[in-house]
Protein backbone atom coordinates (compact mmCIF):
# COMPACT_ATOMS: atom_id res chain seq x y z
CA UNK A 1 0.00 0.00 0.00
CA UNK A 2 0.87 3.48 -0.64
CA UNK A 3 1.71 5.95 1.93
CA UNK A 4 -1.41 7.83 0.42
CA UNK A 5 -3.74 4.91 0.80
CA UNK A 6 -2.88 4.08 4.61
CA UNK A 7 -3.72 7.37 5.19
CA UNK A 8 -6.94 7.29 3.87
CA UNK A 9 -7.87 3.83 5.45
CA UNK A 10 -7.09 5.36 8.81
CA UNK A 11 -8.87 8.34 8.38
CA UNK A 12 -12.15 6.18 7.21
CA UNK A 13 -11.55 4.13 11.05
CA UNK A 14 -11.18 6.69 12.49
CA UNK A 15 -14.92 8.21 11.14
CA UNK A 16 -16.59 4.75 12.24
CA UNK A 17 -15.05 4.73 15.51
CA UNK A 18 -16.24 8.30 15.74
CA UNK A 19 -19.76 7.51 14.60
CA UNK A 20 -19.93 4.47 17.46
CA UNK A 21 -18.69 6.48 19.83
CA UNK A 22 -21.62 9.10 19.13
CA UNK A 23 -24.22 6.51 18.72
CA UNK A 24 -23.11 5.07 22.21
CA UNK A 25 -23.57 8.17 23.50
CA UNK A 26 -26.81 8.77 22.02
CA UNK A 27 -28.31 5.74 23.50
CA UNK A 28 -26.91 6.49 26.67
CA UNK A 29 -28.68 9.70 27.00
CA UNK A 30 -32.08 8.45 25.69
CA UNK A 31 -32.33 5.14 27.73
CA UNK A 32 -31.73 7.92 30.52
CA UNK A 33 -34.68 9.86 29.50
CA UNK A 34 -36.46 7.38 29.96
CA UNK A 35 -35.48 6.05 32.77
CA UNK A 36 -36.32 8.94 34.59
CA UNK A 37 -39.79 8.72 32.85
CA UNK A 38 -39.82 12.21 31.71
CA UNK A 39 -40.94 12.92 27.62
CA UNK A 40 -39.04 16.18 27.02
CA UNK A 41 -40.58 18.40 23.64
CA UNK A 42 -38.66 20.88 25.02
CA UNK A 43 -35.31 21.50 27.08
CA UNK A 44 -36.66 24.42 29.04
CA UNK A 45 -39.32 22.19 29.95
CA UNK A 46 -37.35 19.59 31.53
CA UNK A 47 -34.35 21.42 33.17
CA UNK A 48 -36.86 23.52 35.23
CA UNK A 49 -38.36 20.63 36.68
CA UNK A 50 -35.47 19.25 37.54
CA UNK A 51 -34.24 22.44 39.41
CA UNK A 52 -38.00 22.30 40.95
CA UNK A 53 -36.87 19.09 42.67
CA UNK A 54 -33.55 19.94 43.81
CA UNK A 55 -35.32 23.42 45.33
CA UNK A 56 -37.96 21.18 47.23
CA UNK A 57 -35.14 18.66 48.75
CA UNK A 58 -33.09 21.88 49.80
CA UNK A 59 -35.83 23.05 51.65
CA UNK A 60 -36.71 19.82 53.61
CA UNK A 61 -33.47 19.46 54.86
Excluded: P
Excluded at 21 to 26: E, K, L, Q
Excluded at 41 to 58: A, I, K, N, P
Amino acid sequence: MKGNDVIAVIIIVLFIVLAAIAFGIYRLVSVARQAHGTVTTSSSGSSTSLTDDDEHEHSRR
